[in-house]
T-cell receptor, first 114, second 112 residues
Framework: DTAVSQTPKYLVTQMGNDKSIKCEQN?????MYWYKQDSKKFLKIMFS???????INETVPNRFSPKSPDKAHLNLHINSLELGDSAVYFC?????????????FGSGTQLSVL | DAKTTQPPSMDCAEGRAANLPCNHS???????VYWYRQIHSQGPQYIIH???NNETNEMASLIITEDRKSSTLILPHATLRDTAVYYC?????????????FGTGTRLKVLA
């Protein structure tokens, strides 16, 4: 009954490959996010979607393509992986239009590009 | 576009209050301050948030200065399990389009 779940938890791949990370939330939230955490633990927003519509795209290279088939899912596809893409990627969701909006995070996907 | 600054690390004795500061001098009038923490490499966990009034919940208290340029997260009786990285965050935008901008975090170590 995990609220925000990401798969896979670990992903090890070679440079140049294409990979996807999946995220699902069962909280009924309208907004979903992708964050990237670098080796210094800095968390930076990449994308947000609201009801399947792209809201935020933070100058992320177009090798990264988010896809939201429905409001419970936000997947991240990465083409032509580079060494610098190695990081932990966190998915999060948030309800909209309530007083106590906040982010609910998944447990992260550790991506290692060799 | 960092909107918050935090000390990189702090120590606190077990059982004592941990006071974690955050500066957000460029915060705008309708932007909330949030605090999250991350234990090991788990997903960040919500602690507390506020706009201008001080807030308290079962986990912590949040003290926001009157000019809103800084705030302090208080863990009243720190335990070893409170050892974590604590992030001060400013939320910008409107509902459905919010952007939560994380600070660089304070690594809190609670000492036995």
């Amino acid at each position: 009954d995990t609220a925000v779940s990401q798969t896979p938890k670990y992903l090890v791949t070679q440079m140049g490959n294409d990979k996807s990370i999946k995220c699902e939330q069962n909280l009924g939230h309208d907004t979903m996010y992708w964050y990237k955490q670098d080796s210094k633990k800095f968390l930076k927003i990449m994308f947000s979607y609201n009801n399947k519509e792209l809201i935020i795209n933070e100058t992320v290279p177009n090798r990264f393509s988010p896809k939201s088939p429905d409001k419970a899912h936000l997947n991240l596809h990465i083409n032509s992986l580079e060494l610098g893409d190695s990081a932990v990627y966190f998915c999060a969701s948030s309800p909209a239009g309530i007083t106590n909006e906040k982010l609910f995070f998944g447990s992260g996907t550790q991506l290692s590009v060799l | 576009d960092a909107k918050t600054t935090q000390p990189p690390s702090m120590d606190c004795a077990e059982g004592r209050a941990a006071n974690l500061p955050c500066n957000h001098s460029t915060i705008s009038g309708n932007e909330y301050v949030y605090w999250y923490r991350q234990i090991h490499s788990q997903g960040p966990q919500y602690i507390i948030h506020g706009l201008k009034n001080n807030e308290t919940n079962e986990m912590a208290s949040l003290i926001i200065t009157e000019d809103r340029k800084s705030s302090t997260l208080i863990l009243p009786h720190a335990t070893l399990r409170d050892t974590a990285v604590y992030y001060c965050i400013v939320r910008v935008g409107t509902s459905g389009t919010y952007k939560y901008i994380f600070g660089t975090g304070t690594r809190l170590k609670v000492l036995a």
